[in-house]
């Protein structure tokens, strides 16, 4: 088997805390030279300046293409140009476009009046730059907005149209799920590169959480499966964890996936365990900046 090539998304820190625990997750996945990471944006834009300093610093220090998560949430169109043009001028050349979720407190995305009123605006004007590398989201099971899976399908195809060049999809737990929108996409006469993304468990009951909000099916043998390990504790449940996600991504490199992008949650270890199941090693020459 053909070890896939891999890239790693991080979250910016709001504490001196969770600053260390970025640094470290960098420090410890940097040597399995992804083909690039990612810097998430917080809800309603929240963690603006935080996502800036984290991607501007993670390729400094550990020398990796970054792609900045960018959102249309509660700024002008000026505003957004403007935070693409300062990370252009700090070098970095890849976005990921994302229309963003509700600030908190609000019930669903409202643009702003003078801001760009959904993904496909921001990547129209992303693209006419002509010096970015726009990826963007995808939902392999339908968007919580969404009427269809057939229209996500749709939207995407506009997304790539627009100018982006790959997408990275939300997490699903089964192998089908990712094979399934796959193809429709391809029927759709999309041709650029899917991503699936992958989320290592590191919670059972967290992971769960986030599937609700973002409309995942849980599975019923999952849910079977953690209870029976929770019986056995923490190792046993980070055992099944690790195995459930190496089985997951060797279904996919099986079907074709060529590309697999981890949400690390800045918790370098089991998507490091994952990793080194699937061949991945650290690539000589290639370590962190002290």
């Known amino acids: 088997m053909t070890p896939p090539k891999i890239s790693f998304e991080f979250f ?5 805390e969770a600053s260390f625990r970025l640094w470290e997750t960098a420090r410890a996945l940097a040597p399995l030279a992804p083909e ?12 603006r300046k935080l996502t800036h300093e984290a991607v501007t610093t993670i390729n400094r220090q550990f020398g990796l293409e970054v792609a900045a998560h960018l959102t249309c949430v509660e700024a002008t169109r000026a505003e ?10 700090a070098g970095i050349s890849e976005i990921v476009a994302l229309r963003g ?5 609000a019930a669903r995305f409202t643009p702003h009046a003078d801001g760009f009123a959904n993904s496909v605006e921001l990547i129209e004007a992303i693209a006419a730059r002509g010096d970015m590398t726009i990826r963007v989201g995808a939902y392999p099971e339908p968007h919580p907005e969404s009427a269809s899976s057939d229209a996500d399908v749709a939207w995407l195809k506009r997304k790539i149209d627009a100018g982006a060049s790959s997408a990275i999809t939300q997490f699903f737990f089964e192998p089908e799920t990712f094979f399934r929108f796959r193809d429709k996409c391809a029927a759709a006469g999309i041709d650029a590169p899917i991503i699936p993304g992958i989320l290592p468990i590191q919670s059972w009951a967290g992971t769960k959480r986030f599937a609700a909000s973002c409309n995942t099916t849980v599975p019923d043998w999952a849910e079977e499966a953690f209870q029976l390990a929770s019986l056995d504790g923490p190792e046993a449940e980070r055992a099944l964890a690790t195995s459930l996600c190496v089985d997951l991504c060797e279904n996919l490199i099986a079907g074709g996936v060529d590309r697999l992008h ?12 994952v990793c080194t199941a699937l061949g991945i090693r650290p690539a000589p020459g290639v370590e962190a900046v002290a």
């Open 36 to 47: 690039f990471v990612s810097v998430t944006y917080g809800a309603g834009g929240t963690t």
């Open 101 to 105: 979720d509700a600030p908190q407190g």
């Open 80 to 89: 957004t140009m403007e935070i693409v043009q300062s990370y252009a001028d």
């Open 262 to 273: 981890f949400y690390t949650l800045n918790r370098p270890e089991l998507t490091h365990d």
């Open 12 to 16: 910016p820190p709001k504490t001196l």
